[in-house]
């Protein structure tokens, strides 16, 4: 979960997302944002994310964006 909060610090760092249960409804990420979390993700964890993953059912909230990445690397963050 920390490395989840590092990248959205570091894409957004003026934005506290710990009081957000939306970050997209709440116009916390945008779609720029969110490919920046694709390719953080990706490089962090060392996995390749689909395409039809990046939703935003996927991306709402930190318990969903640890949910989708544990999804990919098989072990809890």
Not at 5 to 10: E, F, M, N, R, V
Not at 18 to 35: A, E, G, R, V, Y
Not at 48 to 66: C, M, Q, Y
């Amino acid at each position: 979960m920390n490395s989840i909060i590092q990248a959205l610090k570091k894409i957004r760092p003026d934005v506290d997302f710990s009081k957000s249960k939306d970050f997209i409804k709440d116009q916390l990420l945008d779609s720029l944002d969110i490919l920046a979390l694709v390719s953080f993700l990706e490089e962090r964890f060392g996995i390749v994310i689909d395409g039809e993953d990046v939703t935003h059912e996927n991306f709402k909230s930190l318990r969903a964006l640890e949910k989708f990445v544990q999804k990919y690397i098989g072990r809890s963050l």
